[in-house]
Structure formats: structure tokens, C-alpha cells
């Protein structure tokens, strides 16, 4: 499966939102808690946007 044959998107949304859920997920189910840390939420949108430009960087150069 060729990563760079989807939508330059998909990727990017799957590996932002499947971690944030797991972890609300987590949190609510093991500590009781709605809610999870900022930081988390912005090192996984920070890493999410660079693996997204690479993405489209990448798809240009093909």
C-alpha cells in the first residue's frame, strides 16, 4: 500500500484523532477523568502538521 496514493489528509487526521480518542478513552475509563493534557494535544498537532507537510512535499515531488 502506497502511503502517498491517499488523500494527503487521511493520514494526517488518523494520526491526530485515533491518539486523542485512545486517550479520552483511557482517561475516562481508568482515572475517572474527562479531559487530557494540552501538551499532549498540541506535540500531537505540532507532530501531526510537520508529518503532513511532509506529505505534500513529498506527493510534489514525485
Do not use: E
Amino acid at each position: 500500500m502506497d502511503l502517498l496514493s491517499l488523500p494527503w489528509w487521511l493520514l494526517p487526521v488518523v494520526l491526530f484523532t485515533v491518539p486523542v480518542l485512545v486517550a479520552l478513552g483511557v482517561n475516562r475509563w481508568r482515572f475517572h477523568r474527562t479531559g487530557i493534557s494540552q501538551h499532549l494535544v498540541l506535540g500531537l498537532f505540532v507532530g501531526t502538521c510537520w508529518i503532513a507537510a511532509l506529505i505534500v512535499i513529498l506527493q510534489q515531488l514525485r
